[in-house]
């Protein structure tokens, strides 16, 4: 495995295959994507956000085996320094990931293109598509574009790429040819507010959300609206009219946050109400960008 940044890495087999560390598979998903989609979640990402509602694919495990005793399955096994994960033995308890030290997970699969697809394929019939998401799916891009040319060589499926946009664009164009929309996750349009909630700041996803647009891969750009950080209609404004001046039909969602699933202090934050999720989308569409809308 070689290390490429931040949790960040490419992986090859022996025979020099390009495999992914593949945290979970779900099979059916209505809101990730346009139709009924199977979502990859891959382990990694290069972001920290406070309010991360999958904090344990933030961190590759680091094999540091404290999980292994643990575990009432003995589904985890160090073998030569590395934590290795028996599926079938396992009950999902999640022991392991409440009580790891680094934030991280051992319940990862290293699966090869053609493995991930052959999990796929037989509900392939039942889908309109494959999004890959995580974690930062783009932290794995050699995998994701392997695996997408699987998907297209075997089946007429869409494909779509869920991400946090803190992309090179030169990643960005490795992924184009067999990819066919981008969802963009942006965390805040003030770039102090992106700094507090993701430990880094925001000048790459704009310039992702730029870069798809011109090159019509835009899906769609969602935010989540974590109170305190980015729920005034001032920033729903600002960010707004800076979608408009790339493209007045670009579709704009905002996410509510909600504590289930964060970790630390945001397990007490509250979910923004309707009044203030309601308030951004009118302060968005005032600016005349076409598509507006927010989850329940």
Request: hydrophobic share 35%; charged share 20%.
């Amino acid at each position: 495995m070689e290390a490429v940044g931040q949790n960040k890495m490419r992986t090859t087999s022996d025979d020099g295959i390009e495999v992914g560390l593949v945290n979970k598979v779900l099979s059916q998903s209505f809101v990730d994507g346009p139709g009924n989609r199977a979502v990859v979640f891959l382990q990694g990402c290069n972001f920290n956000c406070l309010y991360c509602h999958n904090p344990y694919m933030i961190n590759l495990c680091n094999h540091c085996g404290e999980c292994v005793a643990q575990c009432p399955q003995n589904a985890l096994t160090l073998k030569s320094g590395c934590v290795t994960w028996n599926s079938d033995a396992c009950v999902e308890c999640d022991r392991c990931i409440e009580i790891c030290p680094h934030n991280s997970s051992p319940q990862v699969r290293t699966m090869s293109p053609k493995d991930l697809w052959e999990d796929i394929e037989p509900i392939a019939t039942f889908l309109s598509g494959v999004t890959m998401s995580g974690g930062e799916a783009c932290q794995q891009t050699p995998f994701v574009r392997e695996f997408f040319s699987e998907v297209r060589d075997k089946s007429n499926l869409n494909t779509l790429i869920q991400t946090n946009g803190d992309l090179l664009l030169e990643e960005i164009e490795m992924l184009l040819p067999v990819t066919d929309w981008f969802m963009v996750d942006l965390k805040a349009f003030n770039s102090t507010a992106h700094q507090q909630l993701t430990g880094r700041t925001n000048h790459r996803v704009l310039e992702t959300i730029r870069f798809l647009a011109r090159h019509k891969k835009l899906f769609q750009v969602r935010q989540v609206i974590v109170p305190g950080f980015n729920n005034s209609e001032s920033q729903a404004t600002e960010m707004a009219e800076h979608l408009m001046a790339i493209d007045p039909n670009i579709t704009l969602t905002f996410l509510r946050f909600r504590p289930h699933g964060a970790r630390g202090e945001a397990k007490t934050w509250k979910a923004p109400s309707d009044e203030i999720m309601d308030r951004l989308v009118e302060a968005a569409k005032k600016t005349g960008l076409q598509h507006v809308n927010r989850s329940i």
